[in-house]
Antibody, heavy 123, light 110 residues
Framework: EVQLLESGGGLIQPGGSLRLSCAASGFTFSDYAMNWVRQAPGKGLEWVSIISGSGGSTDDADSVKGRFTISRDNSKNMVFLHMNSLGAEDTAVYYC????????????????WGQGTLVTVSS | QSVLTQPPSVSAATGQKVTISCSGSSSNIGNNYVSWYQQLPGTAPKLLIYDNDKRPSGIPARFSGSKSGTSASLGITGLQTGDEADYYCATWDNTLSGGRVFGGGTKLTV
């Protein structure tokens, strides 16, 4: 059974930094691209970042480009989201989501999601 | 404002059928697969339909997906109170940075 468990969320001041983690189990981790998707309070889903199975390719939404960095450690079955220069607009539940494929150049669907971790940016 | 347009809300009685629409364009739905996600209150999204009309293991046949041109639809028959949730369509958009787009979501009230 696929399991994705996010951690690292919390209250952070504007302009601050935070690192989210996602621990994966139940599948061959390096065979799949991994994503972060967020959901602001009362709002819809927004894709944030993706990293290929090898970790060699990444892509980010324009809203976070230059501020957020996705990375992974295939030896530990972990994916991370490094968030800098946080603003109120980044307040959201952040979900880790498993991709169907290994690459990032196209997309089909997210077949498994974690339970999410809440990031609140406020002074 | 998403490039995929869904009605904000739909409602129907238990036992009835409902259809949720997702409208896009040739750069997204028209040339790419559509997936649908169910988000029950207070929980994470769950894959409901993939590749336009396929159901993952464990998803009841009451849920169905279809696509025609630049629009897609999610159908739910035999509505149950447990189906009350937010439903999101999603696809790849060839013109957008990152490509992965969701509709704005539809709140289903049973």
């Amino acid at each position: 059974e696929v399991q994705l468990l996010e951690s690292g969320g919390g209250l952070i001041q504007p302009g601050g930094s935070l690192r989210l983690s996602c621990a994966a189990s139940g599948f061959t981790f390096s065979d799949y691209a991994m994503n972060w998707v967020r959901q602001a309070p009362g709002k819809g889903l927004e894709w944030v970042s993706i990293i290929s199975g090898s970790g060699g390719s990444t892509d980010d939404a324009d809203s976070v480009k230059g501020r957020f960095t996705i990375s992974r450690d295939n030896s530990k079955n972990m994916v991370f989201l490094h968030m800098n220069s946080l603003g109120a607009e980044d307040t959201a539940v952040y979900y880790c989501a498993k991709d169907r494929v290994n690459y990032i150049s196209s997309w089909y669907y997210f077949d498994n999601w974690g339970q999410g971790t809440l990031v609140t940016v406020s002074s | 404002q998403s490039v995929l347009t869904q009605p904000p809300s739909v409602s129907a009685a238990t036992g009835q059928k409902v259809t949720i629409s997702c409208s896009g364009s040739s750069s997204n739905i028209g040339n790419n697969y559509v997936s649908w996600y169910q988000q029950l209150p207070g929980t994470a999204p769950k894959l409901l339909i993939y590749d336009n009309d396929k159901r993952p293991s464990g998803i009841p046949a009451r849920f169905s997906g279809s696509k025609s041109g630049t629009s897609a639809s999610l159908g739910i028959t035999g509505l149950q109170t447990g189906d009350e949730a937010d439903y999101y369509c999603a696809t790849w958009d060839n013109t957008l940075s990152g490509g992965r787009v969701f509709g704005g979501g539809t709140k289903l009230t049973v």
